[in-house]
């Protein structure tokens, strides 16, 4: 079945205690993204991937890094977790990585992680 | 740069009657459209999207949206909801001053659907 995994999918910890949300997908897709989302404001994107070893930052990556050592993973990290970074996460996939064309996949979402930091 | 605004955040239907969520998006060129639902504790799953062609757009789980280019709107419509479609309704667009590289959403409307 072709998902979007993420792990853990509840997260309570405290401040400062780095954390790694891990996230895989089984459908060979290029492009990665991660997101947060908080009551009104919907999801915004925090960093996302073009490919392997290829990264860049969205809209909100204060306080967050990520990875891309394989296709199929690309974990969140939070070295120093604050309260302000308490948020619904979520990890999506899609085919290809740039151009208008690409731009009309469909992007799969995994589950959400919720994390409370303390 | 492009955004999104979805004017409803809860909407209360009775079960059987007609739904109508309302998107407004803002962009320069003709946008990518989508409309995503989220279910109590589960992910996002796309119900339709729009790129061109026909502006009437069909979805999965009865669910259809109109582009209008003149409103800058693309509201989500039902004819007859089901107690199960109770969730939460996402408005995004994606566009070409950003790569294509993120989804823009909206803040959400939450539908409530009552017996």
């Known amino acids: 079945e072709a998902q979007v995994t993420q792990n853990p999918r509840y997260l309570i910890t405290v401040t400062g205690k780095k954390l790694t949300v891990t996230c895989s997908q089984n459908?060979?897709?290029?492009?990665m993204s991660w997101y947060r989302q908080d009551p009104g404001l919907g999801l915004r994107q925090i960093y996302y991937s073009m490919n392997v070893e290829v990264t860049d930052k969205g809209d909100v990556p204060e306080g967050y890094k990520v990875s891309r050592k394989e296709k199929r993973n690309f974990p969140l990290i939070l070295e120093s977790p604050s309260p302000n970074q308490t948020s619904l996460y979520f990890c999506?996939?899609?085919?290809?990585?740039?151009?208008?064309?690409?731009?009309?996949?469909?992007?799969?979402f995994g589950p959400g992680t919720r994390l409370t930091v303390l | 740069a492009q955004s999104v605004t979805q004017p409803d955040i809860h909407i209360t239907v009775s079960e059987g009657a007609s739904l109508e969520l309302r998107c407004n998006y803002s962009y320069g060129a003709t946008p990518y459209l989508f409309w995503y639902v989220q279910s109590p504790g589960q992910g996002l799953q796309l119900l339709l999207k729009y790129f061109s062609g026909d502006t009437l757009v069909q979805g999965i789980k009865g669910f259809e949206a109109e582009f209008k280019r003149s409103q800058s709107s693309f509201n989500l419509r039902k004819p007859s909801v089901h107690w199960s479609d109770a969730a939460e309704y996402f408005c995004?667009?994606?566009?070409?001053?950003?790569?294509?590289?993120?989804?823009?959403f909206g803040t959400g409307t939450r539908l409530l659907v009552s017996p």
């Open positions: 459908m060979n897709h290029e492009y």
């Open positions: 995004a667009v994606v566009g070409w001053n950003t790569g294509f590289q993120k989804l823009v």
């Open positions: 999506a996939s899609r085919t290809g990585t740039s151009g208008r064309a690409r731009g009309t996949d469909t992007q799969y």
